[in-house]
C-alpha cells in the first residue's frame, strides 16, 4: 500500500434525520446524522440502548456478512448498514455519529437515495485534518467459488468500479455489466438511487423466517419468473449498479480512501469484506513503520 494524494477529512454542518420501516424487524425507525470531531470515523449508537452504546464502522467489528453487512454481536449490533455506509462513503464524509433506535436502519426503498438526501440537505464541512489517499501497488484479488473481486493499482487519481453480474441463463435477472468512476456526482446520478433485489423465492423464505413483516413485494425489488413484481426498474442494470453501492458501502469499513479499479464478478458481501480485511492488513504493515519513521 502507498499514499498516492491526500484531501482534507470531511463531516456534515448539521444534524439529518431519516424515518421508515426496518426491513427485518418492521419497526418504525428512526436514524440521525450527527457531525463528529476529525479523526472519529462513522461510528453507529444505538440510541435505544443508550449513548454509550458504540459500535465503530470499521472492518474489525463486522461479524455478519449474509446478505447483508452486520457491526457488533449480541443485543449491541447494527445490520444492514451497507446502504447508509455508501452514502457517506461516495460523498467522502469521513466522520460522522449515525444514531439509530433499533438494530438496523430505515429500509426506505431498498437504496441508499434517502440516506444522500438527508446528507446533502445537512451539508457538508471541510476539517482541518488531513486524510491520505491510499492505493495498492500490486493486483489484490481475492476468490471464492466462482465469484471474484479485484482491487487494481489506479491509472488515474481516482476509485473505479466495475462489476459483472451473472446469475445463469435460466435467471429472471439478466446478465449485466456496470462500470463507473465514483464520484459525490456519480453516485448522486447513477448509484444512489438503485435498489437492493432478490428472488421471488428467497422474498418467500425471508418472510416465512419472520423478516419483512410490513414490507410488501412492491416495496423492493423483487423478481419473479417474468421479472420484478409489481414495479419497473430505475436502470436496465439496476441490479448491477445497486451492487456497486453494496462495495462501496462495505469498502467504507475500511476507514481510509482507497484509488484504484474495483472490478467484480458474481461476488457479494463475503467477498467485499475479505478484500476489506485483506487491505486492512496491508495498511497495518505500512502505518506502524510510517509512524516510527516520523
Known amino acids: 500500500m502507498k499514499i498516492v494524494s491526500h484531501r482534507q477529512q470531511r463531516t456534515i454542518s448539521r ?3 431519516v424515518h ?8 418504525t425507525v428512526h436514524l440521525r446524522f ?7 470515523g462513522v461510528v453507529f449508537v444505538r440510541a435505544d440502548l443508550g449513548p ?7 472492518v474489525d467489528n463486522v461479524t455478519g456478512t449474509h446478505r447483508r453487512t452486520t457491526l457488533g454481536d449480541g443485543p449491541l449490533c447494527v445490520g444492514l448498514v451497507e446502504h447508509v455506509l455508501s452514502a457517506l462513503g461516495a460523498l467522502r464524509i469521513d466522520n460522522c455519529m449515525v444514531e439509530v433506535n433499533a438494530p438496523e436502519p430505515p429500509g426506505l426503498d431498498g437504496s441508499a437515495q434517502g440516506f444522500l438526501d438527508a446528507l446533502l440537505a445537512a451539508g457538508i464541512a471541510n476539517q482541518a485534518e ?19 473481486l479485484c482491487l487494481h493499482p489506479p491509472a488515474a487519481l481516482e476509485l473505479r468500479a466495475s462489476y459483472l453480474l451473472d446469475f445463469g ?21 447513477d448509484i444512489a438511487c438503485c435498489r437492493t433485489f432478490l428472488l421471488e423465492e428467497d422474498a418467500i423464505e425471508m418472510r416465512k423466517q ?16 417474468q421479472g420484478p413484481i409489481g414495479n419497473r426498474l430505475r436502470f436496465a442494470n439496476e441490479p448491477a449498479r445497486h451492487k456497486v453501492l453494496d462495495l462501496i458501502g462495505d469498502l467504507a469499513l475500511l476507514g481510509e480512501p482507497i484509488c484504484g479499479h474495483l472490478v467484480a464478478y458474481r461476488s457479494g458481501h463475503p467477498l467485499n469484506i475479505e478484500l476489506v480485511h485483506l487491505l486492512h492488513q496491508r495498511l497495518a504493515q505500512v502505518l506502524p513503520r510510517r509512524r516510527l519513521a516520523a
Open 169 to 189: 441463463n435460466l435467471s429472471p435477472i439478466h446478465r449485466q455489466v456496470f462500470t463507473n468512476e465514483i464520484t459525490p456526482e456519480s453516485f448522486a446520478a
Open 210 to 225: 419472520g423478516y419483512g413483516s410490513r414490507s410488501g413485494f412492491t416495496d423492493l425489488l423483487v423478481f419473479g419468473k
Open 34 to 40: 450527527r457531525p463528529a470531531p476529525a479523526n472519529t
Open 52 to 58: 454509550r452504546a458504540c459500535i465503530a464502522a470499521h
Open 20 to 27: 421508515g420501516t426496518g426491513f427485518l424487524t418492521g419497526k
Open 130 to 148: 488531513h486524510k491520505n489517499i491510499w492505493a495498492v501497488e500490486t493486483s489484490v484479488i481475492v476468490r471464492n467459488q466462482e465469484a471474484t
Open 15 to 17: 444534524p439529518a434525520d
